[in-house]
Nanobody, 115 residues
Framework: QVQLRESGGGLVQSGGSLRLSCAAS????????MGWYRQVPGKQRELVAE???????NYADSVKGRFTISRDSAKRTVYLQMNSLNFEDTAVYFC?????????WGRGTQVTVSS
C-alpha cells in the first residue's frame, strides 16, 4: 500500500521560510517521480515542483528562485524548501508520487502566509 505522509506546514509571516517533508512507503522510491502540488479553494490543484530520481527538477514559474525540491533516497523522503514566502503561496500542499503508471497523493498540509 502506497502511503505519502506530509509534514512541515504551518503559519509563517510574509518573507519567511518553511520546509515541507513527505515520507514515502510502499513504493520503490528511486523509480518514482516525486512532486509537490498545491491547491486553494475554488481553484485547480497546480504543480509546484517535481523531481525524478537522478533527474532535473521542474518548477512552476511562480516559485522559481524561491522554492527548492530535493529528495533523500535513504530516508525515502522528498522535501520542499520554501523561501521568500508571500500571501499567494497560501494553500494546501500535497505530495505526489508518479510511480509505475499510477499517481498517488498524500493528504496535504496547510501553509498559511500572513501579510
Amino acid at each position: 500500500q502506497v502511503q505519502l505522509r506530509e509534514s512541515g506546514g504551518g503559519l509563517v509571516q510574509s518573507g519567511g521560510s518553511l520546509r515541507l517533508s513527505c515520507a514515502a512507503s510502499g513504493i520503490t522510491f528511486r523509480l518514482a517521480v516525486m512532486g509537490w502540488y498545491r491547491q486553494v479553494p475554488g481553484k485547480q490543484r497546480e504543480l509546484v515542483a517535481e523531481l525524478p530520481s537522478g533527474g532535473s527538477p521542474n518548477y512552476a514559474d511562480s516559485v522559481k528562485g524561491r522554492f527548492t525540491i530535493s529528495r533523500d533516497s535513504a530516508k525515502r523522503t522528498v522535501y520542499l524548501q520554501m523561501n521568500s514566502l508571500n500571501f499567494e503561496d497560501t494553500a494546501v500542499y500535497f505530495c505526489h508520487a508518479d510511480y509505475r503508471g499510477g499517481g498517488y497523493w498524500g493528504r496535504g498540509t496547510q501553509v498559511t502566509v500572513s501579510s
